[in-house]
C-alpha cells in the first residue's frame, strides 16, 4: 500500500518546502485540490519542477470548466515536466460549484466522465480528435459552427500515451462505470468496513466489464492521521470538515455527502447536520456530526488504533493511503504510518 497527501496552499516557498519535506518522508502521491481557488495546473506544474520521485496526482479538476481536449492537454504537460509522474484526477464537482462559480449547467455527470475518458486517451495516443459522443462531438458539426474544424493529432508527442486516469465518485453509478474505465477510483469519507455493504455491488459491476489491459483498479482513500491518546480531544478536528460536507455542500436533496452519510446508515444525524449547516449553526453541525463517523472514516487515535484502522484500509482494497497529518511533526507520523502500512 502506499502513500499519498494533499500539498495544501500556501506561498511559493511553503509549498516547496513541504512537498520536498514529504517526498523526504515516504510521500509517494502529492495530490492537488482546485475547489473554487487557484488553479490545480499550475500547482502541479510547480510539484514537477520542486520534487523528483512522487507522483503528482490532481484530486479533482473538474471537466465541467474544461473541454476534453484541454485535460488532455494539460496531463501531457504535467506529464512532460514531471517525467511521466501525472496522475489525472478528474471528477464532477457539484451543481453550487459548476453552476454557480463557472455557470456552467450540471448535467449528466457519468455519461460525461466516461466520455472524456475516452477522448483523453485518443489525444495522448495522437489520434485525430474525432469523436462522436452524446455530449461531445468532435469536430463541431458543420450545422452547429463555422464547418471548419478538422479532426486534429496533438503536436507534440506525450511522454506516455498512456496517462493514468482516477475518478473521484461515490454514486453507484458513477462508481460502476469508474471500476469498468478509468485506472482509479477516489472516494471521499471511506470507510472501509462498509464500503461492501456501500459500493461493492457498483464496483463488481464495473470490474466484470473491466478491460484487461487497465490492470487493477487502484482505490485512493483516507484521512487525517494523528497519533494519541486524548482520543475526544483530538477527533474535534475532524468535525468542522465533515460538517461542512454534510451539511453545507449542496442543498436539500441534492448533497451527495450527505447521502453517502445516510448510506453509512447517519441518516437522521446527516439531515440535523445540514439543518444546522445551512441555517448558519455551523458549530452546532460540527457538535451534531455522531462519534461513531469520526471514528470510522479518521485514522486519529492510539497507535494501536491507527495500526489497526491501516490494516483496515488494506484489507478493504485500499493500494493508496491519503495520510493527512497535521502538527509540527509529521514526518515521524508518516514514517511510522508507511511501516504499518507495508507490514
Known sequence: MRLGAGIG???????????????????DVLWVAEL????????????????????????????????????AMSAAGVDALSGGRCILGIGASGPQVIEGFHGVPYEAPVGRTREVIDIC????KREPTSYSGRYYTLPVPEDQGTGL?????????????????????????????VART???????????????EVW????GAGRANRDPELGELEIVAGGTVIIGDDVEHL????????????????????????????RYGY??????????????????????VPEGLIEATTLIGPAGFVRDRVAAYRAAGVSILNVNAPGPDAESTIAQVREWAEA
Open 267 to 288: 441518516e437522521k444525524d446527516a439531515a440535523a447536520i445540514q439543518d444546522a449547516y445551512l441555517d448558519g449553526r455551523k458549530d452546532e453541525a460540527a457538535a451534531l
Open 200 to 203: 461493492g455491488g457498483s464496483l
Open 149 to 177: 474544424g478538422k479532426p486534429l493529432r496533438m503536436i507534440d508527442h506525450p511522454v506516455r500515451d498512456r496517462i493514468p486516469v482516477y475518478v473521484a465518485a461515490i454514486g453507484p453509478a458513477n462508481v460502476e462505470m
Open 9 to 27: 496552499r500556501g506561498s511559493p516557498e511553503q509549498i516547496r518546502a513541504r512537498a520536498q519535506r514529504l517526498e523526504a518522508a515516504g510521500i
Open 182 to 196: 478509468a485506472e482509479g477510483w477516489i472516494p471521499i469519507f471511506f470507510w472501509p468496513e462498509k464500503a461492501g
Open 235 to 262: 477527533r474535534e478536528s475532524a468535525r468542522p470538515n465533515l460538517a461542512l460536507y454534510i451539511g453545507g455542500m449542496g442543498a436539500r436533496g441534492r448533497n451527495f455527502y450527505n447521502d453517502l452519510a445516510g
Open 121 to 124: 486517451r485518443k489525444v495522448w
Open 36 to 71: 473554487y481557488g487557484l488553479d490545480g495546473v499550475s500547482l502541479m506544474g510547480f510539484l514537477a519542477g520542486v520534487t523528483e520521485r512522487v507522483q503528482i496526482g490532481s484530486s479533482i479538476l473538474t471537466f465541467y470548466s474544461r473541454t476534453p481536449t484541454l485535460l
